[in-house]
């Protein structure tokens, strides 16, 4: 960029985004920026300033990249997505006996506290113990959270630390509700170090063509967000979620859905209202209609609700009298079938056409498309977890992979999609999310279910918070300049895209232009 940059906060400067091709498109176009929004779409070369007069109108030469609308990423968890490059990475880890083996090594090398993150053990040919953490850790604190946040596996040391100790049991391993509040205990870091990683989370975002998020974790957002506005930290657009915890504070707040935090210049907007009603696949805590192979005998074989019906519906309809949108997780075929029932319930209140969603939708009946479709409900999605999960779905959901991930299925039934990543579980990248809406595959490997696969139009218009896979004239000056053709480009292409620059309302908040 030439001279200072500029901040959020300055007004905008008018733009001609030079020589630019829109997707799919082979002749170059001059696009317009003015007051934060798209002005005109012309010509390249044409005169389009109607009206501007002699105000300087800078130039930016794009030399035939791609423009499209700045891309969103619907599920977030910021505050830990900031953590996770600070923890120690779990992914590729494939036993408990390897994950002990990395533990030893670390305290070996004088690790006051082990925190990791990202273990699958779905598929893990051995079982977790408490024992074997503590054979090698002594009175070092250990805790090894899951790739899907739905349970970690904790030590002796770290479960006295953290309170624990009577509920992690001989396998120290906690799930749902209780690796919840072990999570938030994490993440109790002073607000200005944890606004400066998440500061540096949102530069990676924009370097990625993201202009804005909606975050889900688990905190009083609302002031997180202020205050982080208010220390300069504006690159993205952000939707904030609001938990049961803080359902009451909301509503005495007098907080709705899309409205704007003051002294935030309208960056960040109120959010649904975030209720998690089952597990998730790889802990095998997600509620089914069948049960789990393997588990049979156990308590829950077949998963179950984190909050029954009597109890979602009365909290939906308080939700959404006092104006904020229900956003429900649910992930397995039975706890989806029992949300659409609860927004069955709920409809006569008036939420309808507000944007509700079910986060995850990963497991579904057939009929229930349909469901989806004729309550409008968004189906807020994250493909890159089929990309994860394809084995553990193979072996858990033997026979019903048919009606995983069913993107293809719920387009076609005219149900919106947005995509997200459900960060730190998938990265926050959406052209990661799109590759895998599109292809089905990752790594070299036959696609999974390329029947579910949607086409790249699709993907990216459910990746730019509502405005559509093409930068359109008056709408908001939110675009990302791609190096490649996201239409025609191939699915590994895809998920590496070069981004070249990122706008946020006309303004640059990337750019590898100049």
Known sequence: MNGRRRRPTDAPEPLILAGALLPSATSPVDVHLADGAVAAIVRAGADARRGDGD??????????????????????HMSQWSMVVRRHDLSGIESAAAAVALVAGLVA???????????????????????AL????????????????????????????YGFDG?????????????????????????????????????????????????????????????????????????????????????????RTGDAVPDTESLVTVGGYKVITDGSLNTRTAWCFDPYPGLEGHANPCGAPNVPLDELVPLMRR?????????????????????????????PSGWHGRGATIEHAQLLRHQDVARFAAL???ASVQ?????????????????????????????????????????????????????AAVGRT????????????????????????????EVAVGGPADIAVVELDPLAASVDDLRAMPVAATLLGGRFTHSLLE
């Open 55 to 76: 105000a300087a109108v800078r130039r930016i030469e794009l030399d035939g990249r791609y423009v499209v609308p700045g891309l969103y990423d619907r599920h977030v």
């Open 109 to 131: 090398r004088g690790a006051a506290e082990v925190i990791g993150m990202g273990y699958r053990d779905g598929l893990w040919p051995d079982s977790q113990s408490r024992a």
């Open 134 to 161: 503590d054979a090698v850790s002594g009175d070092v604190p250990v805790v090894l959270v899951s790739g899907d946040l739905h349970s970690g596996w904790v030590n002796s040391a770290a479960a006295r630390r």
């Open 167 to 255: 509920i992690a049991g001989p396998s120290g391993i906690l799930r749902e509700d209780d690796c919840f509040r072990l999570t938030a205990m994490l993440d109790d870091v002073a607000d200005e170090v944890l606004d400066g990683w998440v500061a540096d989370a949102a530069a990676r975002a924009a370097a990625r063509g993201v202009v804005g998020i909606t975050d889900f974790e688990m905190r009083w957002n609302r002031d997180d967000w202020a205050r982080r506005a208010a220390r300069d930290i504006r690159s993205l657009r952000v939707a904030f979620g609001v938990y049961t915890q803080h359902l009451e504070r909301a509503i005495e707040h007098g907080l």
């Open 319 to 347: 939700a959404d009298a006092a104006g904020i949108t229900p956003a429900v997780h649910a992930i397995g075929d039975r706890a989806n079938a029992a949300v659409l029932e609860a927004f069955e319930q709920v409809r």
């Open 376 to 378: 409008g409900i968004i």
């Open 383 to 435: 493909p890159e977890h089929a990309m994860d999960d394809r084995d553990v779905a193979d072996r858990y959901w033997a026979g019903r992979t048919d009606r995983a991930f069913m993107l293809a299925a719920l387009a076609g039934a005219g149900v919106e999609l947005a995509l997200g990543s459900d960060a730190p579980v998938a990265p926050l990248d959406p052209w990661v999310a799109i590759s």
């Open 442 to 469: 990752r790594d070299g490997r036959e696609p999974w279910h390329p029947e579910q696969a949607i086409d790249a139009r699709t993907a990216l218009a459910a990746s730019t918070g509502g405005c559509g896979a």
